[in-house]
């Protein structure tokens, strides 16, 4: 029995049953009886169970095993995440090959350690057309739907110079939405004729089913012959007008003295490009590691007003600081005997004066979202469907997965391991496919920035690595790499060697 201390009674308060170590009936009794304690104590209780870290449960004896058993293949878990890394591959456009490699294949462990990633034949021959045709089955499904559409087409090559005919359409469907779709780049390795050309577009429309009749108008370029094949076909077309803006503007600027202003210019690029030494020299220059002795000579002539600034305050505005960059980059590029010569910045001046307008025009068109790519959202996750445990466990696995918890930690290197060891760009992390197969293998992870990864999980590894190896260097474990080597690190990947490897060269 408990007293409630709240109620003034002649000898005590009202007495509550309780049963063994529980408090049900207690906090029963605030409620039912002492409304504003009863508030109160809820607001305690938040607190303290948003602060409080779960307690760690140990892992059963029959979870072990069971954590150790592959899924099965035909179960709906291991073709979730399969069709997720697929989805990931395709529509991130990575190599097949990536499910080989050795980060890749750390990280799907750190994410869920019972799936076993098949082979890349297994995607390229079954994953991957799968895929495709799910894809085409589902554009056709919609594509049967609309009354009317337009298209675009054009040719393309390759960088082995291999020729494709590209097919685009755009519509309005029932919830009158424009849809905009790229059905295909197919391989067009004949003459590029008109009458060849006109076959290739007709066969096209009808591998998708597409009526030549719902057909409003074709957009293309101004190739005679893709104009001949339009009205070989008897079909409407019209031709793009940034295509022709471009071709005026390129038709209207050729004369040699552009050219040449041009090309000591492109010269410029290309030697800071190529020379480490002048590039080094540039980032020096952008980081505005200028004396003051260096700061007067560049302002006397070029920037008086930056000379004044300093002088007043004895330190730099943003506006200023940035206006000082460009100056010295300016005079270093001068000095390497690579800047125009007068006549020919006043040519390009006027250039720029001239074309003003109709670069205008070029910029607004292209900040409209013409670039011809088709917007497409990615489907709800597989793992939805899969039934979640108890409300507590669930609640308890959303608290495991905080920023500061182990396991976000655990998933966060394999992350960086992974962008690290298979040289993926770190925007990976933000991209529509990487996005989906962490949310199919670990729903409750919220992937952190690309500035998180650059900023805080790679250097730190960087710095890992790199007192792990100092550490063999300098037990005499690899005699053959230089101390010095590691300042090239964060470039070129080198990681520590794992049993079995062999030390790089110096």
């Not at 697929?86 to 750190?110: C, Q, W």
């Not at 300016?330 to 040519?347: F, H, I, R, T, W």
Request: proline share 5%; net charge positive.
């Amino acid at each position: 029995m408990a007293a409630c201390s709240r109620e003034l009674l002649p000898k005590k308060g009202t007495a509550v049953a309780t049963g063994s170590s529980s408090t049900t009936n207690l906090f029963q009794h605030l409620r039912n009886k002492h409304p504003e304690e009863w508030e109160k104590c809820n607001r305690l209780r938040s607190e303290n169970g948003s602060s409080s870290t779960p307690a760690k449960k140990q892992t059963t004896l029959p979870e072990s095993f069971t954590n150790c058993v592959p899924y099965d293949k035909n179960g709906a878990r291991w073709k979730a995440i399969t069709e997720a890394i697929m989805f990931y591959i395709a529509t991130d456009m990575l190599p097949i090959y990536s499910v080989e490699k050795r980060g890749f294949n750390h990280m799907l462990k750190v994410l869920d350690a019972r799936y076993v990633v098949p082979s890349r034949k297994y995607f390229a021959d079954v994953a991957l057309p799968h895929l495709y045709n799910t894809t085409r089955e589902k554009i056709r499904s919609e594509l049967e739907e609309m009354q009317v559409y337009s298209a675009t087409t054009d040719l393309w090559s390759s960088r082995t110079m291999q020729t494709y005919l590209s097919l685009m359409v755009h519509y309005i469907n029932t919830n009158w939405t424009l849809r905009s779709i790229c059905l295909q780049t197919a391989y067009f390795p004949d003459n590029h004729t008109g009458e060849i050309i006109a076959h290739g577009l007709k066969d096209a429309l009808s591998s998708w089913g597409l009526s030549e009749e719902r057909l409003v108008c074709m957009t293309t370029d101004s190739s005679t012959n893709i104009i001949k094949a339009l009205k070989d076909n008897n079909w409407p077309s019209l031709q793009c007008f940034g295509h022709r803006l471009h071709n005026a503007i390129e038709n209207g600027v050729k004369d040699p003295r552009i050219d040449r202003a041009i090309g000591v210019c492109k010269k410029a690029v290309s030697a800071f490009s190529y020379s480490w030494k002048k590039r080094r020299d540039m980032t020096e220059h952008q980081h505005n590691r200028i004396d003051v002795d260096t700061l007067r000579a560049l302002t006397e002539s070029k920037g008086p007003s930056i000379l004044k600034d300093y002088e007043a305050s004895g330190m730099l505005s943003e506006t200023s600081r940035k206006l000082l960059i460009k100056i010295g980059v300016s005079a270093m590029v001068e000095q390497s005997g690579l800047y125009p010569c007068n006549d020919e910045k006043q040519m390009l001046a006027e250039s720029v004066v001239t074309l003003f307008p109709s670069l205008k025009i070029k910029m607004e068109e292209e900040n409209e979202g013409f670039s011809g790519h088709a917007s497409s959202s990615a489907g709800s996750s597989s793992a939805e469907a899969i039934v979640q445990p108890t409300v507590q466990e669930a609640f308890q696995r959303q608290a495991s997965y905080g920023p500061s918890s182990h396991r976000a930690k655990e998933i966060n290197h394999a992350i960086a391991y992974c962008i690290a060891k298979d040289m993926i760009p770190i925007y990976t992390v933000a991209k529509p496919g990487f996005l989906k197969l962490m949310k199919t293998t670990v729903p409750l992870y919220k992937v952190p920035s690309q500035k998180f990864f650059s900023k805080t999980e790679l250097p730190k590894m960087y710095n890992s690595l790199k007192e792990d190896v100092g550490k063999r260097i300098a037990q005499g474990k690899c005699p053959d790499v230089a101390a010095d080597s590691f300042v090239h690190w964060p470039k070129f990947h080198i990681f520590p060697l794992e049993h079995g490897d062999s030390c790089p060269p110096p």
